[in-house]
């Protein structure tokens, strides 16, 4: 009797990064906002930041054909007839690698993260603040730096101010950890 037990890499269910998850998060909150920040330096977190994301997301490019472990198949031999004997292993259990491009790995994920916060459109760019796979997370890593650039140069420096252009940089820090997210699916299992 075979037993056959598949665990995919880009599984829902697939959690590697309980630690590694968090300290992606505490990274995140580089770029924290402190008292006296203006519009000008928040803009300059949200660029910042972005463009790390940047560099992450050119790294995965790189191995976008690439091919990886994805993920393994398990089967489990049972021999029932030689149970009794004692001399014979009850069970056997082998691990098969399964390979997959790292591109369907990419485009098979989905942003499981918090939802990202939608700003007012001030100034009518009609951002599509969707969010759900590989490609919308690039998208919006492009988009908001230049959409933040935008409020920074065209509003006052004051307070009521900031809040046009705080839903910014928590989206891109949202994003970076969804950028750290999809590299893990880069690397063999």
Known sequence: MS???????????????SAYAKRIKEKALE????????????A??????????????????????SRIVAGYNFTITADLRNSLDGDQQLLEIERMPVRDSVGACLNGWRYSGEPLEIPDD??????DYTCETYQDVVRLNNVLPKVAKKYSESLP????SYGFLLPHLHNVKKLKIAIQELKTLTVDF
Do not use: C, Y
Request: proline share 5%; glycine share 2%.
């Open 157 to 160: 420096d004051r307070p009521e």
């Open 31 to 42: 770029g924290a906002v402190v008292e006296d920040d203006n519009l000008d330096t928040l």
């Open 3 to 17: 037993i056959l037990i598949q665990i995919p890499k880009s599984s829902p269910n697939f959690n590697r990064q």
């Open 122 to 127: 001030v100034f009518n760019d009609h951002v």
């Open 44 to 65: 300059s977190k949200v660029r910042a930041i972005a463009k790390s994301n940047s560099a992450i997301v050119n790294v995965i490019q790189r191995r976008f054909t």
